[in-house]
């Protein structure tokens, strides 16, 4: 991970190595940032922000329940952040520090990326297939649905939709 200004893009500020990084979260509500690497969570806190030299410090270190970690994200309204591991999918309770297998999506392997809508709750997900780091399918919960697309390489996908 590397911190930049955006007022000077070329200057690195701060710099800590996060192996096989997949992703990370800023939480407003806890005002920390939490980073994927592929054998743990990382808690970060900003120091000296407002300051000419501004970081990050890592406050807390959580081992995935296996290796493999691949995309976080945060569950709408919820203390959740799911992430994902080559064999399975996961939350992760921000407040209670405590994993847990997802409810819908546990025991789906390879998953790349998932996102869960606000309003609907509907699930879209992503794993990869035949062998490849991308798919041609987008998968939906609730209702169950599959949309393939020939020749696309999906890898992530979001949902994107104005909450008010």
Known sequence: MILFDLDQPGVELW??????????????????LWALSGRDIRVFELRSWESAT?????????????????????????????????RHCWLFDRDTREVLL??????????????????TGSLVFVKGEDGHWWSENLYFTEPADTLHVPGEHFYKARWNVRVE
């Open 102 to 119: 997802h409810p819908e999506l546990g025991e789906i392997q390879h998953v790349k990326s998932m996102s869960q809508h606000p309003a």
């Open 54 to 86: 501004p970081k990050l410090e890592k406050v807390a270190t959580i081992l995935l329940p296996e290796h493999g970690g691949h995309d976080i994200y945060p569950v709408p309204g919820t203390s959740y952040l799911g992430f994902s591991t080559s």
């Open 15 to 32: 710099s800590e190595e996060l192996p096989w990084g997949h992703g990370a979260v800023w939480d407003e509500q806890r005002q920390l």
